[in-house]
């Protein structure tokens, strides 16, 4: 039992500071007495989502949807990118250092020539997103590929293997860490990178929702769309985390439960090897 | 009959802003097959340089290395090696790191899994095949790094100071167990280290290198019984020999000697 409530200290903290969020949010408008056009109290904001549920689900899976697809080609496009990059200094000199000069440049001044060259559809939309997702993933990757230790690639020349084992037995597994922290900050970013597309272009999603409702001076409904997207993030870096925990169980951030249970069983076991031994 | 590891006027000179570093200068050495050889030296005597460039992870600027007849170019086939640090990875277990080797050796699998949990076996890391190697001590992760050196069955092993980072009690430990499987496979092994009693105890000759210039001042060949043992270590013929290698580096001006 006290277990249970150990492992779900995370989640009821966090459920906590929601909820007082939330319990701030409708006293003030409660005590300031704000018009509903200017902020909507909590329960009008609810009463708005339980009224349209549909309209807002599809919306946001069409958030969702184009947020992922662009995400997994930035991620593939990064790892690709990186494996050159690293593979070879000719690109390095020219690519990484294009990227690199790219990512000071505002991406949403991009949007609208992507609009004009691939219409206002989800691939322009997919287009900003990778634009302004690709970035965490090359320079973490890039990263963590170069931060090998020399002398593990030493051991492996020693053993006379080729570059591409090297490449995917030592340096790639090596990298995980960071390309996975790259994931993490480009999750988020493929997030803005939608709605950024929705604002510019397209009919679909809770970005063009957020600016149709402003037309109309609906704040009730953008107030519906900013939670959702709040949620969506959650939801998307959450996922993220996940495949971390399952991909990299034995980095030192991860390492914590295994490391306690597996040290009281050792001493003893270390000792007794040493006995036999002599 | 050629010798089976021929250094034969071997240099190595590393360029730098305030010209040349000699690492090596004109080295000779000749190792026969199955000797237990101990190239001995103060840090920074180029030893461990000498060491990368038997294993052709290195070139020399002139001279040449013959193994086994064949001009050195790159990895010999048939290498193992064991460096200072255990250079384990820590997303593998530790069967897995050892098998690492089959997997860029390309052996047969199941031989090599069956030869890994010998091996594993035999330097006492039986139960700890599919732990990871941050729950290991540091002489358990050195053993896991020697049994990954011996697991492509190798015919000439290259240790570059395997013990140094461990306490003394595991070190002597390791320099038995170490003798142990030596005995039992009779592989040509070439180690660095910087110990002269480790040097001495596990050794059929010990190499003596000095500092600036850096090359082979003394090659003594140690005529003790094996299988040696840690009272070896008190006998008198023991002791001669570290008295001589002490006394030797006191007069070329190294009194770093333990």
Redesign the interface.
Known sequence: MLRIWQATEAARTFTAVILGCIAIWAVCVWVFDLPVFLVPSPMTVLKEFIEKPQFYFANSLSTLWVSLGGFALAVLAGLILSIGIIRSVWLERTLYTLLVGLNSLPKVALAPLFVIWFGTGAISKMAVVISIAIFPIVIGTVLGLRSI?P??I????????PQK?ILW??RF??A?PSLLSGMKVSISLALVGTVVGEFIAGNKGLGSTILAAQGTFDTTQVFVCIVLLGVLGAILFYAIDLVERYL?P???SH?GH??QA??PQ?AP??QG??G??H | MSTYLDISDFTKVYPSPRGDVHALESVNLGIEEGQFVSILGPSGCGKSTLL?CV???ESGTCGQIRFDGQVLD??P?G???V?Q?D?L???RTVLENVM??A???ELDGDVARKEALRLLELF?L???EH??P??L?GG?RQRAAICRALV?NPRLL?MDEPFGALDAMTRD?LNI?LQHIWLQSKKTLLFVTHSIQEAVFLSDRVIVMSRNPARVIEDMTIDLPRPRTLSTRGSAQFGEYVIELQALFKRVGIFKGE
């Open positions: 230790d002398e593990l030493n051991m492996a020349r020693a053993m006379r293997a084992r037995k030592l597994p090596q995980l990299i034995w980095h030192p390492r295994k490391q597996a040290n050792r076991q270390h090897r040493a036999v031994a | 990368k294993a052709g992870l790159g990895p086939s290498l193992g090696m460096f640090r250079l990875v820590d997303w690492i080797t997997e860029f050796l006492g039986k139960g700890f732990h990871h941050w729950e001590s358990m492509g290259l430990e167990e």
